[in-house]
């Protein structure tokens, strides 16, 4: 077996053929010596002529073959339970983990199945109502169902990526996404991957319980007791392991915990904007003006220091649109999102500054909770700004100058925007750093810095502001037996692969108890 480099047209899918002959002759022999060749990583490189440079593995005859990924799921009608609160990456990847080691998840979701989901969303818009339970952020599939579905993760060291990419591809992903350097599936794919999870889990003998909010945990009275899981319609579940998979913005939990005088920790984040650029803009800084039909949209990263703070871009969606992804009434909180295809003409992405529990003074009375307050209050400021959904905007060159849009560009945001001075809602200390950001990126990106650019807020909800703290090697939480707190709520994740690769790791931790 041998690995090897090549580059291929953007425009030129290769064929096994033409992989077999690169690899003839990049290994030195004949191509019928080549049994197979399997694309490794597929990357985009746009510095000169744009190219896909390829990471290719060759097999020759007597090579061992590839590994296979076998997922073995069990018959579990009858094992012992784990209830498994929250259907978002970390609970679903812990429930299928569940299944391959012969224990049974009951999973506890608050919201509703992902077509039920849809109703709600689009309501969010059209009536300016949103259903505290069912949600961007809540229901089957969890925060990343609604999503560009980016699987890009710098967890490696946390698990094995590439069981969860095919997992995910099993399930109903494009196979791409296990090639592609920078994978994603699309708003358009996920929720018929997240349906076809729920039903593998229920037909192997799992339960999958909607509308089941869980507002109690009461630990267990023994050493060999089981915890009592109350819901807010009244039922009770019981087990002697529960996983806590509920995500960064299950306040309530964080509260519950506060009202028990259970373990918390504040937990740095990182707050800021949304910023949208028409797509056609950063095709041509990215592509330096090579951009043409057929190519993908292109992506950006970007990151400065400013003050002793990381100012970073954060979810970047390409031909994506905002969402509004509050889970509040009183509140704005933006985040994106992309079909598949990325074909929208806008691209937007979050610039966000990291925040630590020293940068906020007035919230320390709220304790481990203090970091949560300030985001709150920052996100209640915005839909103050006009009392609605509709985000507050700024053109990013008057944003940076400290003065108000006499006028808009045109936006994604379905709820709306308005012009406001958003350069004063936002803390004065993330506000300064952004706004000393924009002109730097600038010089990474030439031409990013624009006013057909817009800034909007609020980006919030980034990672969890709290840490619900466990034991490193038992992965239970640190004061009570058989919790695992679990994912990005848990403060042990961020992102749909890292929570994925977390249920996993709790998942095993309670199968090898
Ligand atoms: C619009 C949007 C776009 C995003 N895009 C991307 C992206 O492209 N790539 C990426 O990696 N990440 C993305 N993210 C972030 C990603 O979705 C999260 O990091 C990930 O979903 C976290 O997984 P989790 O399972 O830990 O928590 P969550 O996905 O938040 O799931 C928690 C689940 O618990 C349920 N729950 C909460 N409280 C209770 C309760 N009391 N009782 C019962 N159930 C409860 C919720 O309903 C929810 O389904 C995006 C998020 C949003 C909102």
């Known amino acids: 077996m041998r ?4 580059t291929f047209d953007i425009l030129h899918e290769p064929s096994q053929e033409e992989l077999r002959k690169a690899a003839a002759v ?23 002529r744009p190219v896909y440079r390829y990471r290719l593995r060759a097999f020759m005859e007597g090579d061992e073959p590839p590994r296979e990924y076998v997922f073995d799921y069990k018959d579990v009608h009858s094992a012992p339970d784990v209830i498994v609160i929250g259907g978002g990456p970390a609970g679903t990847f812990a429930s299928l983990k569940l299944l391959e080691k012969g224990l049974k998840p009951v999973i506890l979701e608050r919201g509703k199945d992902v077509h039920s ?33 980016k699987l890009y993760t710098r967890s490696s060291k946390r698990g094995d990526i590439q069981e969860v990419l095919r997992q995910l591809v099993a399930f109903g992903a494009q196979e791409a996404i296990l090639t592609d ?7 358009d794919v996920l929720p018929r991957v997240m349906e076809n999870v729920r039903n593998c889990i229920v037909e192997h003998g799992g339960e999958y319980h909607f509308g089941s909010k869980v507002v109690d945990l009461v630990p267990p009275a023994s050493a060999s007791g089981k915890w009592k899981v109350v819901c807010a319609d009244g039922c009770c579940y019981t087990s002697a392991n529960v996983i806590l998979a509920t995500g960064h913005s299950a306040r309530d939990i964080y509260e519950l915990f506060t009202t028990k005088g259970w373990a918390l920790q504040a937990k740095g984040f990182a707050l800021g904007v949304r910023v949208e650029h028409p797509q056609h803009l950063i095709d041509e800084i990215q592509y330096h003006r090579r951009w043409q039909q057929g190519y993908p949209h292109a992506e950006y990263s970007l990151v400065e220091q400013v003050a002793g703070r990381g100012v970073f871009s954060f979810c970047m969606c390409p031909g994506g649109v905002l ?7 009183d509140a704005v909180v933006l985040n994106g999102m992309s079909p598949s295809t990325r074909s929208g003409k806008k691209a937007n992405a979050g610039i966000v500054c990291s925040v630590e529990p020293e940068d906020v003074s007035g919230f320390e009375k709220f304790g481990p909770l203090a970091l949560l307050e300030f985001q709150k209050s920052v996100e209640n400021a915005m839909f103050a700004n006009s009392g609605s959904f509709r985000a507050p905007a700024q053109r990013m060159t008057d944003f940076c100058r400290g003065k108000l849009s006499a006028s808009l560009p045109a936006c994604s945001y379905a709820p709306g925007v308005d012009s406001a001075a958003l350069h004063e809602l936002l803390p004065a200390f993330v506000a300064s750093r952004l706004r000393k950001a924009f002109p730097a990126f600038d010089r990474k990106m030439h031409g990013f810095y624009t006013q057909e650019a817009l800034v909007l807020g609020v980006e919030s909800r980034t990672s969890s502001p709290v840490r619900i703290p466990r034991d490193e090697n038992t992965l239970c939480h640190v004061g009570l037996d058989g919790l695992y707190p679990c994912g990005e709520g848990a403060g042990y994740a961020g992102g749909i692969v890292s929570s994925a690769l977390d249920g996993i790791a709790v998942a095993c931790a309670i199968a090898s108890k």
Not at 119 to 134: L, T, Y
Not at 323 to 329: I, N
């Open 117 to 149: 989901r849809k109703v709600d969303i689009s309501a969010i818009v059209r009536e300016g109502v949103v259903n505290p339970d069912s949600n961007y952020c809540f229901g089957e599939g969890g925060a990343g169902t609604f999503s560009d579905g």
């Open 26 to 48: 990049a290994c030195g022999v004949p191509a019928a010596r080549v049994r197979q060749c399997d694309i490794v990583r597929r990357s985009l490189d746009a510095r000169g």
């Open 323 to 329: 969402v509004p992804s509050t889970t509040e009434s």
């Open 181 to 187: 350097a920078h994978p994603h599936i699309g708003s």
């Open 3 to 6: 690995e090897f480099e090549q």
